[in-house]
């Protein structure tokens, strides 16, 4: 049986929970408590020595401790439906954007909440070495997590989905973005149509409520 270790309220696991739902794989959940440290105690950097969520075991002795090596082995062991890509070509696109989606998405949003929040103290970057908060990252982060809805605003003024007419893995990254910026009290609104007709247009599918 394969297993995710999850967190509920993170975003970086729920991108895995919706790749699993898309691809219909059943699995077990073993939930990791972000907010007592959990991830940081000795029976789970057995499981992810960089202590992070999500993880997923799947099959004995493998553990796949990243979203990216998560979506790659999923991809190629459960063909259907093709998330990341069919040609060549439509594999670099949603490559790209995915890792647009990352970078200029749930980066800043993440450098803005670790930065800013005192909860998050020492804690600046997930993984086992602590680091201080540096204040001025979290101000960066609140400005490019504003420029963030406006470039994907004006990427969705041109397609349905991120890569075109098919949802794909930039899609998934692109909506947890989206939905977490709400910690930092950021949301789209009347200045990003486009970025709020493709999340209606998600909300029709079971997977993005995973
Ligand atoms: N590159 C990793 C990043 C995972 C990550 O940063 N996860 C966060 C939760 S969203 C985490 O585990 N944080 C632990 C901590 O803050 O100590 C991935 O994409 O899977």
């Given amino acids: 049986m394969i297993t995710l270790y999850d967190c509920a309220t993170a975003p970086n696991p729920r ?24 991830q940081l105690q ?10 992070t969520v999500p993880a997923l075991r799947v ?24 998330l990341m890509g069919r040609t060549p070509r439509e594999k670099a696109d949603i490559a790209s954007l995915n890792w647009r989606m990352e970078f200029d998405g749930l980066m800043p949003i993440a450098e803005a909440l670790r930065n800013g ?27 490019r997590t504003q420029h963030f809805l406006e470039m994907l605003d004006a990427l969705l003024a041109q397609r349905r989905y991120l890569a075109g007419d098919v ?10 973005a989206v939905d977490f910026a709400r910690i930092v009290k950021i949301k ?15 909300a029709e599918r079971a997977s993005i409520s995973a």
């Fill in 42 to 51: 000795p029976a789970y950097r057995r499981i992810n020595p960089n202590c």
């Fill in 188 to 202: 789209p609104d009347e200045r990003h149509p486009h970025v709020l007709r493709w999340r209606a247009l998600l």
């Fill in 59 to 82: 099959e004995e002795g493998l553990i796949l401790t990243d979203n990216a090596s998560i979506a790659a082995y999923l991809e190629a062991r459960f063909q259907d439906p093709p």
């Fill in 117 to 143: 929040s005192p909860a998050m103290a020492d804690r600046a970057l997930p993984g086992p070495v602590n680091y201080a908060q540096i204040p001025e990252l979290a101000q960066r982060g609140l400005a």
């Fill in 167 to 176: 949802f794909s893995v930039a899609d998934i990254t692109a909506v947890v």
């Fill in 15 to 38: 991108r895995a929970r919706i790749f699993l739902a898309e691809k219909g794989v059943t699995h077990e959940t073993v939930p990791i408590d972000l907010r007592t440290g959990e």
